[in-house]
T-cell receptor
Framework: DTGVSQDPRHKITKRGQNVTFRCDPISEHNRLYWYRQTLGQGPEFLTYFQNEAQLEKSRLLSDRFSAERPKGSFSTLEIQRTEQGDSAMYLC???????????FGPGTRLLVL | EDQVTQSPEALRLQEGESSSLNCSYTVSGLRGLFWYRQDPGKGPEFLFTLYSAGEEKEKERLKATLTKKESFLHITAPKPEDSATYLCAVLAVGGSSASKIIFGSGTRLSIRP
């Protein structure tokens, strides 16, 4: 069991550019979650997949954000036309459908200049 | 509105000095409460899940307890390696069949040798 992995670990981009992050969940987990965390705060829920279906989206997820999980395995989170306020740690977590505990990856730290 | 509040925001202890961290919550329907540990620049590491009032879980120097309105994370005889941010999260019922997890802002624990 290799745990949840995320790529890249760090990303620096200029305002207005698009960025895409990838998350690979624990292999047998069918639920996948995206969170955003800013300094000194707890993670904030963004969206959630069960298999390939996106079942819930937070109001934090503006039109510039899109997430996919096309084959029910890995997931991508894309941010279009990045803004400085998007700078944060983006965390991915996964869980097994019959269990509630979520296991987190190491995160992708985004800095928008 | 669903809410999770952790106190204190920061706690500095001497090695061996036992203490407790508090997590109070207000949610419409509680499905579970989680404690995570987070080291700087890393994703949250799972510690405990509690489901019902009166439940207790232990792991090494940590013990988590749950009541109908709050949870405590007791740390006994802490060591410097216990220094981290401890996050409390509540799993509430929300949306169709999905659940959303709400995090507190965390308690930054520092243990002096």
């Amino acid at each position: 069991d290799t745990g949840v992995s995320q790529d890249p670990r760090h990303k620096i981009t200029k305002r207005g550019q698009n960025v895409t992050f990838r998350c690979d969940p624990i292999s047998e987990h069918n639920r996948l979650y995206w969170y955003r965390q800013t300094l000194g705060q707890g993670p904030e829920f963004l969206t959630y997949f069960q298999n390939e279906a996106q079942l819930e989206k937070s109001r934090l997820l503006s039109d510039r954000f899109s997430a996919e999980r096309p084959k029910g395995s890995f997931s991508t989170l894309e941010i279009q036309r990045t803004e400085q306020g998007d700078s944060a740690m983006y965390l991915c977590a996964s869980s097994f459908h019959s269990q509630e505990t979520q296991y987190f990856g190491p995160g992708t730290r985004l800095l928008v200049l | 509105e669903d809410q999770v509040t952790q106190s204190p925001e920061a706690l500095r202890l001497q090695e061996g000095e036992s203490s407790s961290l508090n997590c109070s919550y207000t949610v419409s329907g509680l499905r579970g409460l989680f404690w995570y540990r987070q080291d700087p620049g890393k994703g949250p590491e799972f510690l405990f899940t509690l489901y019902s009032a009166g439940e207790e879980k232990e792991k090494e120097r940590l013990k988590a307890t749950l009541t109908k309105k709050e949870s405590f994370l007791h740390i006994t005889a802490p060591k410097p390696e216990d220094s981290a941010t401890y996050l409390c999260a509540v799993l509430a019922v929300g949306g169709s069949s999905a659940s959303k997890i709400i995090f507190g802002s965390g308690t930054r624990l520092s243990i002096r040798p």
